[in-house]
């Protein structure tokens, strides 16, 4: 397994879960760590992207409330992901990938997917 998450459950809105993935030495060789989510009956979004100099870019929806960060020592991603709202319900699926670097944002050509662990924020 080259990325490994955990950290989802069900909670209510407002309230705060962190997600953690551990990544084998290979996925993690690769610069960039990413977290998506696919909402239910919608495609996978990326929602935040942390490149090895520690650039970190944000989903528009997510910004002022979810933190991403690494251990490069650890080879562990996570995402902070406060004040929940029932939209941000999804699999959250860690990613590595190459920096892509666009318009002033940081996305990811991922190498590597996790195979997910669910987020599920009720009213």
């Known amino acids: 397994v080259q990325l490994q998450a955990s950290g989802g459950g069900l909670v209510q809105a407002g309230e705060s879960l962190r997600l953690s993935c551990v990544a084998s030495?290979?996925?993690?060789?690769?610069?960039?760590m990413a977290w998506y989510r696919q909402p239910p009956r919608e495609q996978r979004e990326l929602v935040a992207a942390?490149?090895?100099?520690?650039?970190?870019d944000y989903e528009d929806s997510v910004k002022g409330r979810f933190t991403i960060s690494r251990d490069n020592t650890q080879k562990t991603v996570y995402l902070q992901m406060n004040m929940l709202k029932p939209e941000d319900t999804g699999r959250y699926y860690c990613?590595?990938?190459?920096?892509?670097?666009?318009?002033?944002?940081?996305?990811?050509?991922?190498?590597?997917w996790g195979k997910g662990t669910q987020v599920t924020v009720s009213s």
């Open positions: 990613a590595a990938g190459d920096p892509v670097r666009y318009a002033g944002h940081l996305y990811i050509d991922v190498n590597y």
């Open positions: 030495e290979r996925a993690f060789s690769s610069n960039t």
């Open positions: 942390i490149s090895i100099d520690g650039t970190i």
